[in-house]
Every structure is written in structure tokens, then in C-alpha cells.
């Protein structure tokens, strides 16, 4: 059973405009996640992560927002550059690092 | 250079035959996984390693083994490989401590297709 949902498969945005990517999860012992990047070919790269302990952590034009209430979190990127099109997963834990839980993905195309 | 790499990078086999995937890094790393990836699936853990000594199952290890050859060095065995291993299979290292991100740092991948 998947404990970790993208539940959008897909996703265009014009350059320049943002990006929301979602993810849900069903564990309520998870207590840090992480965001991916993956372009075709190569390995996931990460991104940015974030603790249960925030609701919100930043870098760049990249933003991780956290509602542990409703198990759900979102990447935001703004703005949106055609570097950024690639499939996008987040990933989850419990206990701080130890088995990480993927989400099936989300492909990004930023249209120039 | 990589830190982490896969050999091969890409493998056709058939049915029945016993198939070992490597993977080294140069990052220092204790920990290292291996993930399969597949269409609608993302990436699901296969086995993970927190030192040479320790070595764990994760969500699906069945039909596979591992060995933890060094500190450095992972591999994954398919012991007689059926065509639903057909997958794309990544490698990992990560760190571990309060001044990590608990990141994992990938390989480039290895494609394998049994028929």
C-alpha cells in the first residue's frame, strides 16, 4: 500500500508563473520529508527537505510548505524556469532518516 | 568523477539467469540502498546497509539479495531473474547525523530487461 501520494502524474506552467507540486501521506509517524528531482537518464538530486517541526522551509525559488493536520505537503517553485521540467518526487520517514517512502512522481514541463 | 556508480548501466537478460548489479561510491558514506523504479510505482526500497556489517530487507526484497562488500561497495543480486524484475534500479549513500540533511545521493541508474 502506498503511504506516499502524487496524485497529479503531470504538470505544465508557463515560465515564470509557479509551481505547485503536491504529495500525501497516510503515516502519521513520518516525520521528515525530502523533494527530488529527476531529469532523464540520471539519478534523483535533491532538493530541499523539510522537519515536522517546521510548516514551512525555503530556499531560493524553491519552497517546501508542511500541514502535518492533514498530511500533506507541497513544493512551490516561483518562478518557474524550463531548467525546472523534470519529474519531481517526495520522499518520507519516520524516526529522522532511516527507510525513506517515495511518491510515484510528478512531471514538470515548464513551457517557454 | 561520480560519486556514485552502477555497473552496468544497462543489461538484457533471460528468464532463469542469476544477474549482480554493483555499485561504489567515493562519498565515504555508511549508509547505501537500493531502490527499483517503475512506471506509476516511483521508487520502491529493495534493501538498505547502515554499515558493512548491517544489512536490511525493505519493502520489497523478495528475489533479491545483497552483499555489502566494503564500505564503499553495494551490490544486488537477482538469484534467477523473472520478467517482473524487469526495472530501472538506483543506488544510494547517505549520510546520517544532526548536520545532514539525511540526504540520499544517487547512482545514474541501471536498466535491466529480463525476457
Known amino acids: 500500500d502506498q503511504q506516499v501520494k502524487q496524485n497529479s502524474p503531470s504538470l505544465s506552467v508557463q515560465e515564470g508563473r509557479i509551481s505547485i507540486l503536491n504529495c500525501d501521506y497516510t503515516?502519521?509517524?513520518?516525520?521528515?520529508f525530502l523533494w527530488y528531482k529527476k531529469y532523464p537518464a540520471e539519478g534523483p538530486t535533491f532538493l530541499i527537505s523539510i522537519s515536522s517541526i517546521k510548516d514551512k522551509n525555503e530556499d531560493g525559488r524553491f519552497t517546501v510548505f508542511l500541514n502535518k493536520s492533514a498530511k500533506h505537503l507541497s513544493l512551490h517553485i516561483v518562478p518557474s524556469q524550463p531548467g525546472d521540467s523534470a519529474v519531481y518526487f517526495c520522499a518520507a520517514s519516520a524516526n529522522t532518516g532511516n527507510q525513506f517512502y517515495f511518491g510515484t512522481g510528478t512531471s514538470l514541463t515548464v513551457i517557454p | 568523477d561520480a560519486d556514485v556508480t552502477q555497473t552496468p548501466r544497462n543489461r538484457i537478460t533471460k528468464t532463469g539467469k542469476r544477474i549482480m548489479l554493483e555499485c561504489s561510491q567515493t562519498?565515504?558514506?555508511?549508509?547505501m540502498y537500493w531502490y527499483r523504479q517503475d512506471p506509476g510505482l516511483g521508487l520502491r526500497l529493495i534493501y538498505y546497509s547502515f554499515d558493512v556489517k548491517d544489512i536490511n530487507k525493505g519493502e520489497i526484497s523478495d528475489g533479491y539479495s545483497v552483499s555489502r562488500q566494503a564500505q564503499a561497495k553495494f551490490s544486488l543480486s537477482l538469484e534467477s531473474a523473472i520478467p517482473n524484475q524487469t526495472a530501472l534500479y538506483f543506488c544510494?549513500?547517505?549520510?546520517?547525523?544532526?548536520?545532514?540533511?539525511?540526504?540520499?545521493?544517487f547512482g545514474p541508474g541501471t536498466r535491466l530487461t529480463v525476457l
Open positions: 562519498k565515504g558514506h555508511d549508509r
Open positions: 544510494a549513500t547517505s549520510d546520517h547525523g544532526p548536520r545532514t540533511n539525511n540526504e540520499q545521493f
Open positions: 503515516n502519521s509517524m513520518f516525520d521528515y
